[in-house]
């Protein structure tokens, strides 16, 4: 069926570093890509999102990276603060044209300071 | 805050019961989806409303149902309680008007806590 892998579950940075986690999709028609962040005690919000016909996305400190080919897409966050320690979830779209996603299993990044 | 509010915030209750969770989506939005998100099963998507109308079927028990009613909001009852059911429940709404560009943004409240003891 269906499926979004999501790596790592968990990732601990020092403040500045970078991050990056990866998803992997298993449906071939899926056609956009958003990433989520969750804070504690909060629902996920919409930080970044990729459509199929483009390859990368950027956003100040936020890009994101799609290989069709590979099925795999990339969050990188550059220049981490401690504001950026959440869950980050990916999804890809399940049908064209309804907004059904499936949603990765998460990641809980953890800026040090 | 992203327009969606859900009540109640937490509910405790015993397994054999049956619970309401409600959902009042964005000002517009006609859609309405529900997700469970358990500790390590991620974001699991129930089902979805779109105008009044069931749009799309995920995972969602028998003993789960919904609805949305004309003034969109919607309710997602759970019934026959068992433990694996405690969770946390998200409602989220999008624009999703046919025929418009449509983002495809999600807007989520901030979720019901179920336990069932």
């Known amino acids: 069926g269906e499926n979004v892998e999501q790596h790592p579950s968990t990732l601990s940075v020092q403040e500045g570093d970078s991050a990056v986690i990866k998803c992997t999709y298993s449906?071939?028609?899926?056609?956009?890509f958003p990433w989520y962040k969750q804070e504690l005690g909060k629902g996920p919000q919409l930080i970044i999102d990729i459509r199929s016909n483009v390859g990368e996305k950027k956003d100040q400190r936020i890009a994101v990276t799609l290989n069709k080919t590979a099925k795999h897409f990339s969050l990188h966050i550059t220049e981490t603060q401690p504001e950026d320690s959440a869950v980050y979830f990916c999804a890809a779209s399940i049908n064209s044209g309804t907004y059904k996603y499936i949603f990765g299993t998460g990641t809980r990044l953890k800026v040090l300071a | 805050d992203s327009g969606v509010t859900q009540t109640p915030k937490h509910l405790i209750t015993a397994t054999g019961q049956r619970v309401t969770l409600r959902c009042s989506p964005r000002s517009g939005d006609l859609s309405v989806y529900w997700y469970q998100q358990s500790l390590d099963q991620g974001l699991q998507f129930l089902i979805q409303y779109y105008n009044g109308e069931e749009r799309a079927k995920g995972n969602i028990l028998e003993r789960f149902s919904a609805q949305q009613f004309p003034d969109l909001h919607s309710e997602l009852n759970l019934s026959s309680l068992e433990l694996g059911d405690s969770a946390l429940y998200f409602c989220?709404?999008?624009?999703?008007?046919?025929?418009?560009?449509?983002?495809?943004?999600?807007?989520f409240g901030e979720g019901s806590r179920l336990t069932v003891l």
């Open positions: 989220a709404s999008s624009v999703d008007i046919r025929g418009s560009p449509n983002t495809g943004e999600l807007f």
């Open positions: 449906d071939s028609a899926s056609n956009y």
